[in-house]
């Protein structure tokens, strides 16, 4: 999980910095970059969470598999993926935060925005990896969560791009 984490918020990070610096040049590539690592390996550790504290309840024996439940319908699972989406997204947003208020008197608005682009982006991680599992072919599988991940980078940057479009258009830059 740390090695995904570092490689999501690096790649992330760099993305989002490369298509903001020319509006936000004072925010260094190695602050936005080293802020998005920390929120993704801290939000990667909270929303682990849940199935590791799982897991150790867990017990092989043959009772405990008796009083095993069936899996929650799907759309349930992808609210609380949405849910869980916008409640770690602060946890994501609050680094990236911290760098940008150093440079836009507005970016209070980041927090919101990552909260509303992690809430639509989540569910699309989730549904792709249950349709990857479930579409019993290795190539297809990889397929449905490559394209998905283009979903997710589509969905999750056009809210970004939006609220980074209007800081940009309304910022008053601190210091200057």
Known sequence: ???TGSIEGTV????????????????????WVGATLVGTLIAW??????SAIMSLGEESSQAAQAFATAEPA???ILLLAALMGLALSVILGFPQWRALRRAVDKARWWLPANSAAWFFGTPIIFWAMDAAFNSGSLPIGILIIALSLAATG????AV????LVWLSARQTKIGV
């Not at 970004?160 to 609220?163: A, L, T």
């Open 160 to 163: 970004h791009g939006v609220v």
């Open 154 to 157: 589509t969905v999750v940057g």
């Open 74 to 76: 799907v759309w349930l």
């Open 45 to 50: 550790f909270f929303g682990s969470l849940p």
């Open 1 to 3: 999980m740390v090695a």
């Open 12 to 31: 992330v990070g760099l993305a989002q910095w490369w298509a903001m610096h020319r509006d936000f040049p004072s925010i260094p590539r190695r602050a």
